[in-house]
């Protein structure tokens, strides 16, 4: 499987000669959903979910179809009947060739005066998983954890443990437009040191064999 990281919490994940694309959001590539045979969304917020970019990537390819929570699906679902698939936690699906499996259903606390939203995480191939935003723990080994770095709910001792409690075999960072560059060696090197994972960083575009 190839993993392409796209900017911000977006990545592209490639197998037989189909494309997975998870979050295409606002802070992510005009033409991140293009070329995709199936899309995955972890929750409402706009830098995981934009409606124009989702739209670019189904009229672009007719066959493409889409898997996410409700609050999205709403909003979708009118403009591409029967393409657009609502799932949650502990669902299972076949999406383009891959394997998927939900898990989570809310979004990390950002402030207790701030209402929680839904939000799932995506497990492919029980391989690769994509929590979104939240620090949900599959209950699996998972070999690859797609890593939320920086976030307004988060800090890096949280996301530290967080990759303790999972122990995947790496940890491959997104959700990191909000994270500055002079920030990144630092988070690399406590994350490194501490998570017991093999932690990487990708540049948007850059990608790994998995």
Same mark, same amino acid.
């Given at each position: /499987?190839?993993?392409?990281?796209?900017?911000?919490?977006?990545?592209?994940? #490639?197998?037989?000669?189909?494309?997975?694309?998870?979050? *295409?959001?606002?802070?992510?590539? =005009?033409?991140?959903?293009?070329?995709?045979?199936?899309?995955?969304?972890?929750? %409402?917020? +706009?830098?995981?979910?934009?409606?124009?970019?989702?739209?670019?990537? /189904? #009229?672009?390819? @007719?066959?493409?179809?889409?898997?996410?929570?409700?609050?999205?699906?709403? =909003?979708?679902?009118?403009?591409?009947?029967?393409?657009?698939?609502?799932?949650?936690?502990?669902?299972?699906?076949? +999406?383009?060739?891959?394997?998927? %499996?939900?898990?989570? #259903?809310?979004?990390?606390?950002?402030? *207790?005066?701030?209402?929680?939203?839904?939000?799932?995480?995506?497990?492919?191939?029980? +391989?690769?998983?994509? *929590?979104?935003?939240?620090?949900?723990?599959?209950?699996?080994?998972?070999?690859?954890?797609?890593?939320?770095? /920086?976030? @307004?709910?988060?800090?890096?001792? #949280?996301?530290?443990?967080?990759?303790? %409690?999972?122990? @995947?075999?790496?940890?491959?960072?997104?959700?990191?437009?909000?994270?500055?560059?002079?920030?990144? *060696?630092?988070?690399?090197?406590?994350?490194?040191?501490?998570?017991?994972?093999?932690?990487?960083?990708?540049?948007?575009?850059?990608?790994?064999?998995?």
């Amino acid at each position: /499987m190839k993993l392409t990281k796209n900017a911000h919490a977006c990545v592209r994940l #490639e197998k037989d000669g189909r494309t997975l694309v998870i979050d *295409p959001g606002g802070f992510s590539e =005009q033409d991140a959903a293009l070329g995709a045979d199936a899309i995955l969304v972890t929750h %409402e917020h +706009a830098d995981h979910f934009d409606e124009g970019r989702l739209r670019a990537g /189904m #009229e672009a390819n @007719p066959a493409a179809e889409i898997w996410t929570l409700r609050s999205v699906a709403d =909003q979708l679902s009118a403009a591409f009947p029967g393409r657009v698939h609502t799932v949650g936690d502990g669902d299972t699906f076949t +999406a383009a060739g891959f394997e998927v %499996e939900v898990h989570g #259903e809310l979004h990390a606390v950002i402030h *207790p005066d701030v209402p929680r939203i839904t939000n799932v995480g995506f497990l492919v191939d029980g +391989a690769v998983f994509h *929590p979104g935003d939240a620090l949900t723990v599959p209950g699996r080994p998972v070999e690859t954890l797609l890593l939320p770095v /920086m976030a @307004p709910w988060n800090k890096i001792s #949280e996301v530290i443990d967080y990759v303790r %409690e999972v122990k @995947p075999r790496r940890a491959i960072d997104v959700h990191d437009a909000l994270l500055a560059p002079l920030a990144r *060696p630092l988070y690399d090197l406590r994350i490194g040191e501490l998570g017991g994972a093999d932690h990487r960083r990708l540049a948007p575009g850059a990608y790994t064999e998995l």
